[in-house]
């Protein structure tokens, strides 16, 4: 378009169809450790923030409006955060450890120490929620900026880095589409960053323990009868396999059919056939 100017108003912005999906953009692992040791170096209310973003995967704008109680206890030594109601208009709990729990708590000391009245929120807000955010931006890429990381870092790079790290820790799809707050696959999967070493993990995991094979028989036959007898054991054989595979589906799938049985064969009878 540049040797032919007079041609340039033919093709306009909208003209040009975008990508079908947007990248993933976690954070190297590099990057991830040096943030997160800076942040845990810096010890204060913006810090504490960002690594209960980091280590739960929720948006700036959750953080924002999370709770003063929202650590939840789930059971003995279980905790969860509970997100509120988010860009999705979903809320969620998602499971935390220690590390976590220990941030949440220093966030509720410096609530406590805070001169703005208590409003039920685990962060105070000096004007706004949206002026809440700016700040945590800001201090953000102060942090990033620090650290001679690129201050084109964005705070969701977090959210991108958390799910990725979910997945290469084993948690399936549906999970991490759940701990996110998704409402669809196709979304999450645009936060994973898939790499080689992961498919290739993920081919070695099949080969070796591969899920789809049909279990064989724990005791197979060692001598094959010739005649009816022969076909009567194939018949046990096939039954003990077709059993064995019933055990390995999900028990929702058969629990309505009865169980079928194979019938004791007639000896007489079948002598007199």
């Known amino acids: 378009m540049e ?9 306009r912005p909208g003209d040009i169809p ?13 990057q991830d450790q040096l943030l997160q040791q800076e942040l845990i170096r810096r010890n204060d209310l913006g810090s504490n923030a960002f690594l209960l973003i980091r280590h739960t995967g929720m948006r700036i704008g959750e953080c924002a409006d999370l709770g003063y109680d929202c ?3 789930t ?6 955060i509970h997100v509120p109601l988010g860009k999705l208009k979903t809320e969620r709990m998602v499971p935390v450890d220690s590390f976590v729990c220990e941030h949440v708590h ?3 000391f410096f609530r406590f120490l805070d001169p703005l009245p208590a409003d039920g929120k685990l962060l105070a807000r000096p004007l706004t929620k949206e002026a809440l955010v700016r700040q945590l931006r800001d201090y953000f890429h102060q942090a990033c900026h620090s650290i001679g990381l690129s201050t084109r870092i964005v705070p969701h790079q977090l959210r991108h880095t958390y799910a990725t790290e ?6 399936g799809l549906a999970a991490v589409m759940k701990l996110l707050g998704h409402t669809s696959a196709d979304m999450t999967m645009r936060y994973i960053d898939v790499a080689l070493s992961d498919l ?7 080969r070796s323990q591969p899920r789809h094979l049909i279990p064989q028989p724990k005791t197979p036959l060692a001598v094959r009868r010739s005649g009816i ?6 018949l046990r054989t096939t039954q003990h396999v077709l059993e064995m595979f019933r055990r390995e589906l999900p028990k929702r799938c058969f629990s309505h059919l009865p169980r079928p049985a194979l019938q004791p064969v007639n000896q007489d009878h079948r002598r007199s056939g």
């Open 3 to 11: 040797q032919l100017p007079e041609l340039a108003h033919l093709i």
């Open 18 to 30: 975008r990508l079908p999906q947007r990248l993933p953009r976690p954070l190297t692992a590099q």
């Open 71 to 73: 650590l939840r206890s």
């Open 75 to 80: 059971g003995p030594d279980q905790w969860a």
């Open 106 to 108: 220093r966030l509720r």
């Open 166 to 171: 979910m997945l290469r820790s084993g948690v």
């Open 200 to 206: 290739q993990r993920e081919h070695q995991l099949a």
């Open 229 to 234: 007898d022969g076909v009567i054991d194939s």
